[in-house]
């Protein structure tokens, strides 16, 4: 009885076997039989090439001989200027902390803060009373002397008349000039307290030393002030001219020190943080004598006039200096240049509606513009946009030339803009795929 019931558990589940083969035959039957019918309604009402947003034709995956549709800039030949880019830090030419010489109370102050002055003009004005009075007492004693010399030299005279007649001994004339001598000398130490007396007098009017700007007055009138005391009565910089150190890595520097060595001036742009705007040009004037052998950098000066006052003390500054330029080379657009496993290349328009890929080599660079040191010619036509659908020999078709190139181009080797030359690439290509 129980050899019986396996058996009919065995043939049961065997049977529910053959059903579910039986209705998967079925089902795959039933896709077999329609498909021909699918496939040839959907190659009926989509062709290989499918219109875009813009309302144009372009190729599916299928190998479509539609014409791709494509930008295309012109290859020129021009001057190509090689910059250096670095951030510098605009530097007075002359800060002067201004203290006073001599003690007193502050009675007067003639700036204004933040103004414009010139060298000798008054700033500020200590008591001078107390430093008057010094002098009188020294013209004084000078006039006591001088008369005391005048007398001994009076008598001097005398004394020389009687010696000479043999009415006194030769040690009273000698005593006599000798006292003559010291009066001089006494009369000297006087001259000198007198002119000392002068000077701190004068030292009690403060004037610029420099000319420049002033900053923020740091004492005010009625504080007693100490002869050359630790706080300043104001701090002058000099902004006419104006300089700007910034460094350059030691990778960079055979040509400029080429140049510079050969008595080159070498033009400096200072642009502001966001590198948008130019805020002055001035000239190369100093290097280092040695490089930072833990930056790898060395140091450089360049002087502005900055008369427009454009420039400011310790502002940050983007410096582009001019290391040389290329004269009469072929120019192509960055965003036309391709890089494959042989090296880079350009799409050049073969004709008027074919393309043909053409190995390239590359030189300097600004992100923008790209040398080509081979491989192109001015008067050629590179591809911009569309490059990603393109093959060598293909059918295209010019949707609209851009501008030319541009006709000064920058080259930045330290911190240049060329990160921001990929994301420009990178939309042309996504606008070529709309």
């Excluded at 040509?255 to 080159?264: I, M, N, P, T």
């Excluded at 890089?339 to 660079?365: E, H, L």
């Amino acid at each position: 009885m129980v050899d019986h019931s396996m058996q009919s558990s065995v043939s049961h589940k065997s049977r529910r076997w053959l059903v579910g083969l039986l209705v998967l035959l079925i089902v795959l039957g039933l896709c077999w039989w329609l498909w021909p019918s699918a496939a040839k309604k959907a190659a009926t009402d989509q062709p290989a090439g499918h219109a875009g947003r813009s309302g144009m034709m372009r190729p599916g995956f299928g190998g479509s001989t539609q014409p791709v549709p494509v930008r295309v800039s012109e290859v020129k030949q021009g001057d190509f200027p090689i910059y250096y880019k670095a951030l510098g830090t605009v530097t007075a030419l002359n800060t002067i902390n201004v203290r006073s010489r001599v003690a007193g109370e502050l009675v007067k102050v003639y700036f204004k803060e933040g103004q414009m002055v010139k060298a000798g003009e008054l700033l500020a004005e200590i008591d001078p009373r107390s430093y008057q009075n010094a002098l009188l007492q020294a013209e004084g004693t000078l006039l006591q002397n001088q008369a005391q010399l005048k007398n001994a030299q009076v008598d001097v005279q005398r004394y020389r008349g009687l010696y000479a007649e043999d009415s006194i001994a030769k040690q009273t004339l000698d005593t006599a000039e000798a006292l003559v001598s010291q009066y001089q000398g006494t009369v000297k130490t006087n001259q000198a307290a007198v002119n000392d007396a002068k000077l701190n007098l004068e030292f009690t009017k403060i004037r610029a030393p420099i000319s420049g700007r002033v900053g923020l007055r740091q004492l005010d009138v009625g504080n007693l002030v100490a002869a050359n005391d630790a706080t300043a009565l104001v701090v002058i910089t000099q902004t006419e001219p104006i300089v700007v150190s910034f460094t350059l890595p030691e990778t960079n520097l055979a040509l400029v020190l080429e140049r510079y060595r050969s008595g080159a001036k070498m033009p400096v742009q200072a642009w502001n943080r966001g590198d948008t705007q130019e805020l002055a040009v001035g000239v190369l004037s100093s290097i280092d004598n040695q490089i930072d052998i833990t930056t790898g950098t060395l140091k450089f000066k360049a002087l502005f006039e900055n008369r427009d006052q454009a420039l400011f003390p310790n502002q940050f500054v983007n410096v582009r200096l001019l290391a040389d330029t290329l004269k009469n080379v072929v120019l192509a657009p960055t965003a036309a240049i391709q890089y494959g496993t042989n090296g880079s290349f350009v799409y050049a328009m073969d004709g008027d509606n074919k393309v043909k890929i053409r190995s390239i080599k590359v030189g300097a660079t600004d992100g923008d513009v790209t040398v080509i040191e081979d491989g192109l010619k001015p008067g050629d036509r590179v591809v911009l946009e569309g490059t990603d659908r393109l093959r060598d020999g293909g059918a295209v078709e010019v949707v609209n030339d851009t501008a030319e190139v541009p006709a000064t181009p920058v080259q930045h080797l330290q911190g240049g803009p060329e990160a921001d030359a990929a994301p420009v690439a990178d939309k042309t290509k996504s606008k070529a795929r709309e």
